[in-house]
C-alpha cells in the first residue's frame, strides 16, 4: 500500500471473515493490517476483534455522454459493508458501508485501453477501501477500548 504511511495500530490480533477468503479485498486487508503491526489469525486462532467483510458491491453507470450519444464518462463505485465486534461478541463497528467512487473517461475508439484504465482505477479503489477501513478500524478500537 503505497503512499498510506505507516502507524502503529491499537490492535494486537485481528481475524477477517469474508465470503470470499482468496478475494482481492480480503488480502489486501491482511496486508494492510500486518503492515500496520497487527497480527492477522485465522478462525482456529482466538483473536481481539473479528472484522467480517458482509458484502463486496462494485457498480459502473454512465455520467456523461457525447453529442452521439455515446458515453463519455463512467462513475465507478466500491463498496464494502464490514462489522467490527470484540472476543465477546460486543459490537465495535456496528453494520455499515465504506464507499469509495471515481469517474473515468471512457474512449468508445480503445476499448482495451479504456479497459485496462477501468482495472486499475478498480485496484487503486480497492487499496483506498482498505486504507480507510485500516484506519476507521484502528480508530473505532482506540474508542471503544478508552470507552471501558
Partial sequence: MRGSGSFESALSTLQITAGNRYGDLHQ????????????????????????????????????STTSTISVAEYELRLEVDI???????????????VVTERIFTFNNSSLVGSNEEQATLLEEMR????????RRVDASVRSFEASR
Fill in 28 to 63: 489486501n486487508l491482511e496486508r494492510g493490517f500486518t503492515q500496520s503491526g497487527v497480527s492477522v489469525v485465522g478462525a482456529s486462532v482466538s483473536a481481539d476483534y473479528i472484522l467480517a467483510i458482509e458484502a463486496e458491491e462494485y457498480s459502473r453507470r454512465p455520467v
Fill in 127 to 134: 487499496s483506498d477501501l482498505v486504507l480507510q477501513i485500516v
Fill in 83 to 97: 462489522t467490527l465486534v470484540n472476543a465477546l461478541g460486543e459490537p465495535v463497528i456496528p453494520s455499515t458501508a
